[in-house]
């Protein structure tokens, strides 16, 4: 489920968001910087270009809340204990609604080079750093192979936890999309499709950072491995459903989509979804 393996959370003492997390949208340097959409769709973004504000340090015992409701959760099943246990990740876990969307910052960005790249497979246009989405070169293949080629072009390897868990979302994503569109071309996706891919990763993603914070606590504390699996599940569903939902909330009535716009959505819809789990706190 999600990740390969749990880790034992981020540690205190270091900054809540590490130096090689990127901002959450890339700056908009001119108008070819987000194809598809003109210059002005990418307004609201004005913000993140703003003098960054410090990065807090992670105090003492960062998840000692999360992991207490958690661990109950795993041995009782109380859906209470899930959801609380929840905030207090984000709440003081991830630092709160402001540092934990720049916490995050990788996933909307990801976010973003994932419709861009779609988009450009769907327009008939080579994508990824070393081109590895090429329609002309990619024709035929299975959907697997295709499915690597998009994780390899969004997401390359580069040896971080994070970006890991971001390969595993992707993936995740694609299959669940093939799921609910059998038929699908993943080199010709119409921007629902696309839409909905983006919808799917960003779900997993959360979901995956979690895992390898607090996933551990859960599977030391349930009764059984068949229990464990079942918690971490329910956990997950509650999870992709908050951010899912938040994520559509805000894209239903977007224009003019590209890659940076999308990154601007997801950003907002994060920090929605988190302000929906600290209020079970």
Request: charged share 20%; hydrophobic share 40%.
């Amino acid at each position: 489920m999600g990740t390969s393996s749990s880790s034992a959370g981020s540690p205190s003492g270091t900054p809540m968001v590490p130096p090689w997390v990127p901002d959450p949208v890339p700056p908009v340097d001119g108008p070819g910087d987000d194809e598809g959409a003109p210059p002005e769709s990418d307004a609201p973004d004005e913000a993140v270009q703003q003098p960054a504000q410090p990065v807090p340090i992670a105090p003492p015992a960062r998840f000692g809340g999360a992991r207490t409701r958690l661990g109950r959760f795993a041995r009782t099943g109380l859906a209470d204990d899930m959801r609380k246990g929840v905030g207090h990740y984000v709440h003081k876990g991830l630092g709160g609604s402001g540092t934990a969307v720049r916490r995050l910052g990788g996933t909307a960005r990801t976010a973003g080079t994932l419709f861009g790249a779609l988009s450009a497979a769907a327009a008939g246009q080579a994508s990824g750093p070393g081109n590895e989405l090429n329609p002309t070169v990619l024709a035929g293949r299975s959907a697997d192979e295709i499915m690597s080629a998009v994780v390899e072009a969004v997401r390359p390897v580069d040896g971080t936890q994070d970006g890991e868990a971001s390969r595993a979302a992707i993936g995740k994503a694609l299959s669940e999309l093939l799921t609910q569109f059998p038929d699908a071309d993943l080199l010709n996706l119409s921007e629902t499709q696309r839409v909905l891919a983006v919808e799917r990763f960003i779900a997993w993603d959360v979901f995956n950072r979690f895992e390898l914070d607090l996933g551990k606590t859960i599977q030391e504390k349930a009764p059984s491995v068949a229990s464990a699996l079942s918690r971490l599940k329910e956990v997950r569903d509650f999870i992709t459903q908050t951010v899912a939902a938040s994520f559509r909330k805000l894209s239903t009535d977007a224009t003019a989509l590209g890659s940076n716009k999308v990154a601007a959505i997801v950003r907002d819809a994060l920090g929605l979804a988190i302000g929906v789990f600290e209020g079970y706190l």
